[in-house]
């Protein structure tokens, strides 16, 4: 399988990934490991998974998207375990849909270890360069240029390339071309897709000032310490040695309307609000200025002061981030709380870049106008880490399955975040950095960060990214969950096997015999508890059970919240008859004048795959997707 073949004066690659950051390294490894010949052509070799923004990964949703990616057979949770300097679970205090973890991560070594992976996977080729160029025949792709002037063949495309598309720097009016800071912008391949007929649009995002270390009086903040019992991201992390590095705090401070008002004074030469940045910023992830507009009520804002790495000398100021002026941001920074004397190394700036609105690519990230060409990551509209990566993945199996005539990849939104994030991004578009949260799954009690492995590790294996151990463990506790479940139903157990751990804990005792099964829907009961007062010589299974830690987490959730979850199957249930009514692509909406105008146009530039993908696209209305039901069944 493996080609790398000189045509004439090309060398040809099976796929080529442009741009080596958190879409690209997945984009580029899974094909590779499945046999495909790869090359990552990226600017800067030593810039492959360089985090241009907070040095973290994970978090609400997005530690979601890094199990989903880890079961799969990706790479990201392995860089964060091996690089990560604070692990925590985060909303450990609310049900278990949406904890979610995250790790404060040594960013010179997150990105050492990124291209220590690619460097170390079979069939992947590194160049450093920049594609500039597509080329195609018949609307396929068949290779690219670049900016040193060669020429690459190849059968498919992948497209990462982040915050670079002419990409443009501001701190207040001063502007300056690059990807992100000190890095340059990729010129070119912009215009050589708009030639193709593609259509791009401007977004924003940007990031705070980083402090020196030793500047910041750490005594009188609010620490924010790792958790005490670390989880791994990663599936393949050995538990024998994880953490792999020392652990460090974090702190917290807050701003205060003194520095709202310094901030404002700022306004008149903020590229935000005098129109020089024209690109759209993350709702969710605002400036300090935009807070403070927005948010005018709010006395303060709670600012997290997060290592950038143990050797480094630098402190990301994670919540101010700021395009205004350099010594308007050094001004209301002083005023904060252990920050009197900061030393400001380098003040945030904002960053205006091309993406593709992602109606243009397909489920599978394929895009609809040229064959073999593919999107992922910052260019469809995201913004993260997390979602970038999930879409390389998505992007990179999808084209080696191309490649080897094997069926596509497409995950459901009942099946994973990721089928969320590329659902929504291909039906509904996007007009301004897309991020994920949880609130955006329907069926977030399913997709659990911690039932990944369960959801989506068949798929890793199919790949041949997962190990076949891996997956026979995995197959062997299911059936272990399974048994667990008919004996917590089944088994019933005299009051007096639980009434004395009951009453030790001020609960109502059992007057009548009862089954685990009720008895752990009670909220003050944990299973494990419930299970310790059951005789294992009598029950092997509770030993069996009680020795495997993971089972009894996954039973303990299932059995407490099954009311729920069975809810939600059903709801996925009823919405899979119109997920499985399928629509050609070559279906035309136009003369369907029955639907809305806006509907008709719509659909025909989202060409949904279903009708379940049709009722999700913004803009159609119930009656549209009745009248298309009627036209389909005729
Ligand atoms: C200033 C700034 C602030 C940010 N703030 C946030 C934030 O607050 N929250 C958040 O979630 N995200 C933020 N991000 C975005 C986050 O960095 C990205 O979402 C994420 O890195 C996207 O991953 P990616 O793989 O798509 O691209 P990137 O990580 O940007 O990597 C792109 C890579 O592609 C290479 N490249 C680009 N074009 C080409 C080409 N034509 N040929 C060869 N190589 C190419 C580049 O050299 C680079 O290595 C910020 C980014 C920046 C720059």
């Not at 992976?117 to 500039?132: A, F, H, Q, R, Y």
């Not at 040695?241 to 700022?266: D, R, S, W």
Request: glycine letters at 10%; one cysteine or more.
């Amino acid at each position: 399988m493996f080609h790398v073949k000189q045509k004439g004066n090309m060398i040809n690659f099976d796929i080529i990934v442009a741009g080596g950051g958190h879409a690209g390294i997945e984009a580029a490894a899974a094909p590779a490991k499945m046999g495909c010949s790869v090359a990552l052509i990226t600017m800067e070799k030593g810039a492959i998974g360089r985090m241009s923004c907070n040095p973290a990964i994970g978090g609400s949703a997005k530690g979601h998207l890094v199990h989903e990616i880890d079961s799969l057979g990706g790479v990201m949770g392995i860089l964060a375990d091996k690089t990560g300097i604070q692990f925590r679970t985060l909303n450990k205090s609310k049900g278990p849909a949406v904890w979610a973890g995250r790790c404060q991560s040594d960013r010179d070594l997150y990105s050492r270890a990124a291209v220590e992976e690619m460097e170390n996977t079979p069939n992947l080729t590194i160049i450093e360069d920049s594609v500039t160029e597509i080329i195609t025949e018949n609307n396929s792709i068949t290779g690219v240029r670049t900016r040193l002037g060669k020429e690459y063949s190849c059968r498919a495309f992948i497209i990462c390339s982040g915050t670079f598309l002419n990409g443009i720097m501001h701190t207040g009016r001063n502007q300056s071309t690059g990807g992100r800071f000190g890095e340059p912008p990729a010129t070119g391949l912009t215009e050589s897709l708009l030639k193709h007929g593609f259509v791009s649009g401007r977004l924003k995002t940007g990031t705070p000032p980083r402090i020196k270390k030793e500047s910041i009086d750490f005594d009188v903040l609010e620490v924010q310490p790792g958790d005490e019992n670390l989880h791994p991201f990663s599936l393949r992390t050995g538990r024998s040695k994880f953490p792999f590095l020392p652990q460090v705090n974090c702190h917290i401070t807050y701003t205060n309307e003194v520095i709202h008002g310094i901030l404002a004074k700022g306004f008149d030469q903020s590229p935000l609000f005098t129109g020089i940045i024209k690109g759209v910023g993350p709702r969710y992830c605002p400036s300090i200025e935009d807070k403070i507009v927005r948010f005018k009520d709010k006395e303060r804002h709670q600012l997290f002061l997060e290592p950038e790495g143990l050797e480094s000398d630098l402190i990301y100021l994670n919540g101010f981030s700021s395009s205004l002026p350099a010594e308007i941001q050094y001004e209301a920074l002083i005023k904060l709380k252990g920050l009197e004397n900061a030393v400001m190394v380098r003040p945030g700036y904002a960053i205006e870049y091309d993406f593709f609105p992602p109606y243009q690519i397909d489920l599978t990230l394929e895009t609809k106008l040229i064959k073999g060409l593919y999107f992922a990551g910052q260019i469809n509209g995201t913004s993260g880490y997390e979602e970038a990566a999930a879409q390389g993945f998505v992007a990179g199996i999808n084209a080696a399955l191309k490649i080897q005539k094997r069926p596509e990849f497409v995950l459901k939104r009942s099946e994973a975040y990721i089928g969320v994030l590329i659902d929504d991004l291909v039906g509904k578009s996007t007009e301004e950095p897309y991020r994920m949260f949880t609130s955006r799954a329907e069926y977030r009690l399913i997709l659990r960060q911690d039932n990944a492995d369960r959801r989506l590790l068949k798929y890793g294996y199919e790949f041949g990214l997962i190990p076949e151990e891996m997956y026979k463990e995995l197959n062997g506790r299911e059936a272990l969950i399974n048994e667990g479940k008919n004996f917590f139903k089944n088994t019933r157990f005299k009051p007096d096997q639980f009434n004395k751990y009951l009453s030790g804990m001020n609960l109502s005792l059992l007057d009548n015999s009862e089954t685990i099964d009720k008895l752990v829907k009670r909220p003050e009961l944990s299973l494990k508890e419930l299970l310790l007062q059951i005789n294992g010589d009598e029950h092997p299974i509770v030993k069996t059970i009680l020795d495997d830690e993971t089972a009894l987490e996954q039973l303990e959730i299932e059995t407490k919240y099954e009311g729920y979850i069975m809810r939600q199957y059903e709801l996925i249930e009823k919405m899979e008859k119109l997920e499985n009514t399928l629509i050609p692509l070559s279906f035309d909406y136009t003369n369907l004048n029955t639907i809305s105008k806006e509907g008709r146009e719509k659909l025909n530039r989202v060409k949904p795959r279903s009708i379940g993908q049709a009722a999700r696209i913004s803009g159609g209305t119930p009656s549209d997707i009745s009248v298309l039901l009627v036209y389909l069944k005729n």
